[in-house]
């Protein structure tokens, strides 16, 4: 296996299921979005500095959650109801929570020593949310278990890392110049524009569990 494959079996899989992707997430990107620019609104700008992890803890692993489901039904060969998909997500919610928190505490403490140090705890619990959802570990365990397996496979994730999150944090951040962080409240249009760009970005959650699933299969590729 490689990167480039992986890449074009994830954006495969991610095309022919946008829309049900969309059904299932969109709702919730579009309501973290709102809480964003309500918060701009009541505190302003840098009210809350903390504010951009609070808003994600609330919405994102819900969303995550049950994409990662649909992705587990899928790849299984089944078409579950997307009602039932996020019926399930819904207790998975503090767990994901939790360690969604972990994991940005983890890589903002790698990040303030160093880039490198910050992308490499990255790469080592990239497997974590996949644990939790689809193996029922903690969030500890989870991340536990996602330092051991994705031994072997660092230069891989880190491959499918780089390509994948580099142009959407790029385009993430032109959102955020253009829309959210001048002195004028951003109004419908950013919200908009917001949401479609974290619609794509769940592209890297399929391309994560592709890897995921690769890493996972006795014999996968043990090269560094």
Wanted: hydrophobic share 60%; net charge neutral; charged share 10%.
């Amino acid at each position: 296996m490689n990167v480039l494959s992986i890449l074009r079996d994830a954006w495969f899989f991610y095309s022919r299921n946008l829309l049900s992707i969309a059904r299932l997430c969109l709702p919730l990107i579009l309501l973290e979005s709102l809480a964003r620019l309500a918060i701009d609104h009541l505190f302003g700008k840098g009210a809350m500095p903390a504010q951009e992890l609070l808003i994600g803890l609330v919405f994102y692993p819900l969303y995550i959650a049950a994409l990662i489901l649909f992705l587990d039904a899928r790849s299984r060969g089944h078409a579950p109801p997307l009602r039932e998909v996020m019926m399930r997500a819904l207790p998975l919610w503090p767990s994901m929570a939790v360690l969604a928190g972990l994991g940005t505490l983890l890589i903002m403490l790698g990040a303030s020593l160093f880039v490198l140090p910050g992308l490499w705890i990255m790469v080592k619990i990239a497997f974590a949310e996949y644990l939790l959802v689809m193996r029922g570990l903690s969030p500890l365990a989870a991340l536990r278990e996602s330092f051991l397996q994705t031994r072997g496979h660092f230069l891989l994730i880190l491959g499918c890392i780089l390509v994948v999150l580099v142009p959407l944090w790029l385009l993430e951040a032109w959102v955020a110049a253009q829309f959210w962080a001048g002195e004028t409240a951003p109004g419908a249009l950013a919200v908009v524009v917001d949401s479609v760009v974290g619609l794509v970005q769940l592209l890297a959650t399929v391309v994560l569990f592709r890897c995921f699933m690769l890493c996972s299969e006795p014999g996968g590729d043990q090269k560094q």
